[in-house]
């Protein structure tokens, strides 16, 4: 199993970034996605996750409104689209699989994912 994230770089505040998370060696749609973020010095944090079916989503507070997480099932690939960044953004974005729950459940306690991706750094400047 891989998860491969690619899409960071460096952006000025109240840009966007579009990470992608291509998957390898499993079926996506058997399992729900999950974007998480780890800034230096602070813990691994909760972005937004998608269901298998992609009928649901749900997201950080922080992410509400300016983030979108989405899934093609067929190119096996999940997007976390990030609008209106802002330097406390910065950080490693990973992507996760989840076999937890049904078609429409969202995890997103970081246990419940079992694959994690490598990170792809995204860096937010004033």
């Known amino acids: 199993v891989q998860l491969q994230a690619s899409g960071g770089g460096l952006v000025q505040a109240g840009g966007s970034l579009r990470l992608s998370c291509a998957a390898s060696?499993?079926?996506?749609?058997?399992?729900?996605m999950g974007w998480f973020r780890q800034a230096p010095g602070k813990e691994r944090e909760f972005v937004a996750a998608i269901s298998r079916s992609g009928g649901s989503t749900y997201y950080a507070d922080f992410a509400k409104g300016r983030f979108t997480i989405s899934r093609d099932n067929v190119k096996n690939t999940v997007y976390l689209q990030m609008n209106s960044l802002k330097p406390e953004d910065t950080a490693v974005y990973y992507c996760?699989?989840?076999?937890?729950?049904?078609?429409?459940?969202?995890?997103?306690?970081?246990?419940?994912?079992?694959?994690w991706g490598q990170g792809t750094q995204v860096t937010v400047s004033s």
């Open positions: 060696g499993l079926t996506l749609s058997r399992y729900a």
């Open positions: 996760a699989a989840s076999y937890v729950g049904g078609d429409y459940d969202t995890p997103s306690a970081i246990p419940d994912f079992g694959s």
